[in-house]
Nanobody, 124 residues
Framework: QIQLVESGGGLVQTGGSLSLSCAGA????????MGWFRQAPGKEREFVAT????????DYVDSVKDRFTISRDNAKNTVYLQMNSLKPEDTAVYYC?????????????????WGRGTQVTVSS
């Protein structure tokens, strides 16, 4: 089973940018639909973005459209989340997720694997 490790979180001011990475260890990385979720303090984990196996199709939650971009490099077994125009409400622990079954199962919060998360804090 694939193992996922996120990196790139940190503290940034409102309007700033951060880039998250998620490295997948294991075989068949390009067989997985990949995604990002986040969980703010006191709130449930929520879907942020997914990307198709080949990287050609991306999907976002409305609150991050036009600000976040998900991408992947299958040669490096890595998926990325570029976050621009950050807002305090983007503050959360961000988790990477992988699903062999596809986007629907992943968006429902039932992927095959989760990373441990990386903290993103946006100060006002």
């Amino acid at each position: 089973q694939i193992q996922l490790v996120e990196s790139g979180g940190g503290l940034v001011q409102t309007g700033g940018s951060l880039s998250l990475s998620c490295a997948g260890a294991g075989e068949y990385f390009d067989s997985y639909v990949m995604g990002w979720f986040r969980q703010a303090p006191g709130k449930e984990r929520e879907f942020v973005a997914t990307i198709s196996r080949g990287g050609g199709v991306a999907d976002y939650v409305d609150s991050v459209k036009d600000r976040f971009t998900i991408s992947r490099d299958n040669a490096k077994n890595t998926v990325y989340l570029q976050m621009n125009s950050l807002k305090p409400e983007d503050t959360a622990v961000y988790y990477c997720a992988a699903s062999l079954a596809g986007k629907t199962k992943l968006r429902l919060g039932s992927p095959d694997a989760w990373g441990r998360g990386t903290q993103v804090t946006v100060s006002s």
